[in-house]
């Protein structure tokens, strides 16, 4: 069993600045992409950011240059820093991780339950 949880969540300022942390558990071989989607409130679920297992990083165009995606592969952990918050960054933010678990040969996709994270003055 892979476990994969979310934290770092809250209430923000606009402008303001948050980290939230992923962390994967359980009998893990190997994690490949790792990524950040959220789920506006009445809104479907968006990519926000993702990073290989090389390094390489995507992210969406309306969070390109104020949100960082980082990984600690010694951690099994995905970091996702916000900075120059806006209101309409309002989400629940969800982890995901492509991750080999031990004993199998087919990867498989975990994801978080979410953090909420609100933008408000």
């Known amino acids: 069993q892979v476990q994969v949880a979310e934290s770092g969540g809250g209430l923000v300022q606009p402008g303001g600045s948050l980290r939230l942390t992923c962390a994967a558990s359980g009998s893990i071989s190997s994690i490949y992409a790792m990524a950040w989607y959220r789920q506006p409130p009445g809104k479907e679920r968006e990519l926000v950011a993702l990073?290989?297992?090389?390094?390489?990083?995507t992210y969406a165009d309306s969070v390109k240059g104020r949100f960082t995606i980082s990984r600690d592969g010694a951690k099994n952990t995905a970091y996702l820093q916000m900075n120059s918050l806006k209101l309409e960054d309002t989400a629940v933010y969800y982890c995901?991780?492509?991750?080999?678990?031990?004993?199998?040969?087919?990867?498989?996709?975990?994801w978080g339950k979410g953090t909420l994270v609100t933008v408000s003055s």
């Open positions: 995901t991780m492509t991750v080999m678990p031990l004993g199998t040969l087919l990867p498989k996709d975990c």
């Open positions: 990073i290989s297992s090389g390094g390489t990083t």
